[in-house]
C-alpha cells in the first residue's frame, strides 16, 4: 500500500558474516522477536522487530489514500495484462516485465510511457542505465533475478536487504 498505508513495526532481515554483526543484533535490548538461521559455514540470517517503544509511528498513514492508490493501480495493471497477454513474464502490484516482442500491443504500451503521475517508466532505463533484459528468472513475487544488456546483474528477494556484500556474495 505503499507510504500512506505502510505499518509501522516490520521484521528486519539482516545477512551476518561476523560473529560480532549477530552478536551486535541478538544482544541489542531495542529489538525483540529475534530469530537465527545458519545459511551456511560463512552466512547467518537474523530476523527482527523493534520494541514498541523503540517504534517510530508512522505521520504518512492515511488509509483512504492508500486504498485509493493501491486500486487505482491495480485498474492499471490490469489494463497493462490486458493489452499484454502471454508477453507477459511477471507481474507485481507495481510492475510488469514482458517480452517486447515488437507487436502492436508492445507498441501501445511504449506510447503509455512517460514522466507525469500514472504513466509508466521502463525502469531497466531510467534505474539501470540499461536498455534491455537478457535473462530472467522469477520464483514468484518480489523474487527474481535478471542479467541485463550491460552484463549488470539485478535481484530482488522479498524481505532481504540486498547490500553490495550479499549481491556480491549471491552472484
Not at 541485463?148 to 547490500?163: A, I, M, Q, Y
Amino acid at each position: 500500500m505503499g507510504t500512506f498505508g505502510m505499518r509501522d513495526n516490520f521484521t528486519h532481515k539482516e545477512y551476518c558474516f561476523t560473529l560480532e554483526h549477530i552478536t551486535k543484533i541478538v544482544f541489542n535490548e531495542k529489538y525483540k522477536d529475534i530469530s537465527t538461521m545458519i545459511l551456511d559455514e560463512d552466512i547467518v540470517l537474523t530476523e527482527y522487530k523493534n520494541k514498541e517503544e523503540y517504534s517510530k509511528p508512522n505521520p504518512s498513514v492515511n488509509v483512504y489514500i492508500a486504498l485509493f492508490t493501491t486500486a487505482h493501480a491495480r485498474l492499471k495493471l490490469y489494463e497493462l495484462l490486458d493489452i499484454l497477454q502471454e508477453r507477459v513474464l511477471y507481474m507485481d502490484t507495481d510492475s510488469c516485465i514482458y517480452n517486447d516482442d515488437g507487436s502492436e500491443a508492445c507498441k501501445k504500451i511504449e506510447s503509455m510511457m512517460g514522466n507525469k503521475l500514472g504513466d509508466l517508466t521502463d525502469e531497466i532505463v531510467s534505474k539501470h542505465n540499461a536498455n534491455h533484459i537478457k535473462q530472467f528468472i522469477s520464483a514468484g513475487p518480489k523474487d527474481y533475478s535478471m542479467k541485463l544488456d550491460t552484463e549488470k546483474l539485478v535481484s530482488c528477494c522479498k524481505g532481504f536487504r540486498l547490500n553490495a556484500e550479499v549481491e556480491k556474495r549471491l552472484h
